[in-house]
């Protein structure tokens, strides 16, 4: 079977039907933070992207500007939502492991996280010089 590549806001709406029918539900921060975390996994464990959209270095961390837009009327609250998405199953435990591991921390925590010297968005972003630029690819695999 072919590896799917999803368009972010599919694998963000798994995310937040997950979390909602966890009755553990995330903000747009965590949501933003975890799918940077995801496509980094995908970049190192698997050689090849989750999702093709664009992830950007914006003040608070990586964003995938679509989803980020997708619910930024919910703010720092919770997203509760239910989708019914279609994730392939092998896909579905490895974004399940991230996301069980991740949206329990404070989303502060994850931002500091994704903002550590060295990392992908601290190259990019470079004190706010780089905002809204894109983060490529190669350097989420070998920087994280």
Not at 44 to 63: C, M
Request: charged share 25%.
């Amino acid at each position: 079977m072919a590896e799917r590549v999803y368009a972010a806001l599919d694998v963000a709406k798994y995310i937040v039907d997950k979390c909602t029918s966890d009755k553990q539900p995330i903000s747009n921060l965590q949501l933003q933070k975890i799918l940077y975390f995801l496509q980094k996994k995908y970049l190192v464990d698997e050689k090849r992207i989750l999702f093709s959209d664009e992830i950007q270095a914006w003040q608070f961390g990586p964003v995938v500007p679509e989803v980020y837009y997708q619910y930024c009327g919910f703010g720092s609250m919770a997203i509760t939502m239910n989708y019914n998405i279609d994730i392939d199953y092998a896909d579905q435990q490895k974004i399940d492991a991230i996301v069980e591991e991740k949206r329990g921390k404070d989303p502060w925590d994850l931002v500091q996280e994704t903002h550590a010297q060295g990392k992908a968005w601290a190259e990019v972003y470079r004190d706010g010089w780089g905002n809204r630029r894109p983060i490529p690819v190669r350097l989420i695999q070998l920087k994280g």
